[in-house]
């Protein structure tokens, strides 16, 4: 997994759109013409291409030499190959400009939990571009066992010629700092730049990362504060319907709060979306805002298993939903395996604007200079990934008030009232039509 988590070949998220209602349907279509491999983040260049990282499906690790196992999986082994990729898209036209990429992953039937490339993003000053590596394992087996220096670090990306020029080394830091103090593991997973400083969120270390684009390296880390949920509200699935023996493991929640995507908001405020820890209680992953020295508020609550965020032209919030629904019961026969884009209003209203199948799995939402919404669908699978455009432009705004916990939104009080029942399937699937 790329977060610390409970993962036997399962996927690293669950998602729900707890207390609020679905809105009618957007207009949506695929924008890759063949799959990708755990696919990561999505964004647009200067010139309007599309960039996708794809973390890859590692490999045999040399005949399981290069084979660690890593805190993340729950300690079974991930293992590298050359298997990752950047894929770029152009005027419908689907290219891997970079291919045979250091990747790391579990040799499971769905080469899932793959961390390879992670996310790429430019300096609206400078055009550079900035590519940050994922690991999801113990950053003391990089490069010894897994004879992989490449993973866990930013670089500075040339993209004429693939040339990487590091900025940053995440796993050496978690290997002398610790910052959360938990067990080591690294895993960098979402990028913002601003003002000349990358700011890092790593779901392995639960730490974000400040670093200076000038030389400076790492000038800040710090870990976002303990999730202390009482365990008699945990609610933990059957070893049955995680498909293990009876017994054969103990659940341990590890109370971390787990940081995913990260955003520059129109305030030049930070905001980030927290993954929860296992099992991944419904209705308590939060949004956080950040300042400059990575000091976290609480800004909003009262979702499942959140994956990134993004702004519309109005200020107004949109939050990723990996799954509507946990992901022993998404991942089950029969399971509900929708994602959701819920907009989080400035006058403290939420909403769900888009709902489906089409972006289960959801890992990054991203807008593009057309207007629309492209979440990276299936992301935690090896072979089955995808980029989904969603336009919510005659999306139904039909608002429900906030629960009276959330906080902190743009300077709005939050509306006090009751979440409402979470709608069935049929109530959340939204109409979808293949362009």
């Given at each position: 997994?790329?977060?610390?988590?409970?993962?036997?070949?399962?996927?690293?998220?669950?998602?729900?759109?707890?207390?609020?209602?679905?809105?009618?349907?957007?207009?949506?279509?695929?924008?890759?013409?063949?799959?990708?491999?755990?696919?990561?983040?999505?964004?647009?260049?200067?010139?309007?291409?599309?960039?996708?990282?794809?973390?890859?499906?590692?490999?045999?690790?040399?005949?399981?030499?290069?084979?660690?196992?890593?805190?993340?999986?729950?300690?079974?082994?991930?293992?590298?190959?050359?298997?990752?990729?950047?894929?770029?898209?152009?005027?419908?036209?689907?290219?891997?400009?970079?291919?045979?990429?250091?990747?790391?992953?579990?040799?499971?039937?769905?080469?899932?939990?793959?961390?390879?490339?992670?996310?790429?993003?430019?300096?609206?000053?400078?055009?550079?571009?900035?590519?940050?590596?994922?690991?999801?394992?113990?950053?003391?087996?990089?490069?010894?066992?897994?004879?992989?220096?490449?993973?866990?670090?930013?670089?500075?990306?040339?993209?004429?010629?693939?040339?990487?020029?590091?900025?940053?080394?995440?796993?050496?830091?978690?290997?002398?700092?610790?910052?959360?103090?938990?067990?080591?593991?690294?895993?960098?997973?979402?990028?913002?730049?601003?003002?000349?400083?990358?700011?890092?969120?790593?779901?392995?270390?639960?730490?974000?990362?400040?670093?200076?684009?000038?030389?400076?390296?790492?000038?800040?880390?710090?870990?976002?504060?303990?999730?202390?949920?009482?365990?008699?509200?945990?609610?933990?699935?059957s070893a049955e319907a995680l498909g293990i023996p009876e017994g054969s493991i103990a659940f341990q929640p590890s109370q971390q709060s787990v940081p995913t995507g990260i955003k520059?908001?129109?305030?030049?405020?930070?905001?980030?979306?927290?993954?929860?820890?296992?099992?991944?209680?419904?209705?308590?992953?939060?949004?956080?805002?950040?300042?400059?020295?990575?000091?976290?508020?609480?800004?909003?609550?009262?979702?499942?298993?959140?994956?990134?965020?993004?702004?519309?032209?109005?200020?107004?919030?949109?939050?990723?939903?990996?799954?509507?629904?946990?992901?022993?019961?998404?991942?089950?026969?029969?399971?509900?395996?929708?994602?959701?884009?819920?907009?989080?209003?400035?006058?403290?209203?939420?909403?769900?604007?888009?709902?489906?199948?089409?972006?289960?799995?959801?890992?990054?939402?991203?807008?593009?200079?057309?207007?629309?919404?492209?979440?990276?669908?299936?992301?935690?699978?090896?072979?089955?990934?995808?980029?989904?455009?969603?336009?919510?432009?005659?999306?139904?705004?039909?608002?429900?008030?906030?629960?009276?916990?959330?906080?902190?939104?743009?300077?709005?009080?939050?509306?006090?009232?009751?979440?409402?029942?979470?709608?069935?399937?049929?109530?959340?699937?939204?109409?979808?039509?293949?362009?």
């Open positions: 997994m790329r977060f610390k988590s409970f993962a036997l070949a399962f996927l690293t998220f669950c998602a729900a759109a707890s207390g609020v209602q679905a809105a009618k349907a957007a207009e949506i279509s695929t924008v890759t013409t063949t799959p990708l491999s755990n696919a990561m983040h999505a964004t647009f260049g200067p010139d309007g291409s599309l960039y996708i990282m794809e973390g890859g499906i590692g490999g045999d690790g040399d005949g399981g030499k290069r084979c660690t196992p890593s805190p993340s999986t729950q300690f079974v082994n991930i293992c590298t190959g050359n298997t990752g990729a950047i894929t770029k898209v152009k005027d419908g036209v689907q290219q891997r400009i970079f291919d045979g990429l250091p990747s790391l992953a579990q040799q499971t039937p769905e080469r899932d939990q793959g961390a390879g490339p992670a996310d790429l993003q430019f300096d609206s000053k400078t055009g550079k571009a900035y590519l940050a590596y994922g690991m999801a394992g113990d950053p003391r087996n990089r490069d010894g066992v897994l004879q992989s220096p490449t993973l866990a670090q930013l670089y500075e990306l040339d993209l004429n010629t693939g040339a990487l020029k590091s900025i940053a080394d995440f796993a050496q830091y978690e290997i002398d700092n610790n910052v959360d103090g938990t067990d080591l593991i690294t895993n960098p997973y979402s990028l913002a730049i601003k003002d000349g400083y990358a700011y890092l969120t790593d779901g392995g270390a639960n730490v974000i990362y400040k670093v200076g684009l000038n030389g400076e390296g790492i000038v800040k880390a710090n870990a976002l504060p303990r999730f202390n949920i009482p365990l008699e509200e945990l609610q933990f699935p520059v908001g129109p305030d030049g405020s930070l905001y980030l979306t927290e993954y929860t820890f296992f099992p991944y209680p419904e209705g308590k992953a939060r949004v956080w805002k950040l300042d400059d020295d990575l000091n976290p508020t609480l800004f909003a609550e009262g979702f499942t298993q959140l994956t990134d965020l993004e702004f519309d032209d109005e200020g107004n919030m949109l939050l990723l939903q990996h799954y509507n629904t946990a992901e022993y019961n998404a991942l089950a026969p029969g399971g509900d395996r929708s994602g959701s884009i819920i907009r989080l209003n400035k006058d403290g209203s939420r909403e769900v604007v888009y709902s489906s199948p089409e972006i289960g799995a959801g890992g990054s939402l991203t807008k593009g200079p057309d207007g629309a919404y492209y979440v990276t669908a299936d992301s935690r699978f090896g072979f089955t990934g995808k980029v989904v455009r969603v336009d919510l432009s005659d999306s139904n705004k039909a608002k429900v008030p906030e629960p009276a916990a959330v906080v902190g939104l743009v300077g709005v009080a939050a509306l006090a009232g009751k979440m409402l029942k979470r709608k069935r399937q049929e109530e959340l699937l939204a109409k979808v039509e293949t362009l």
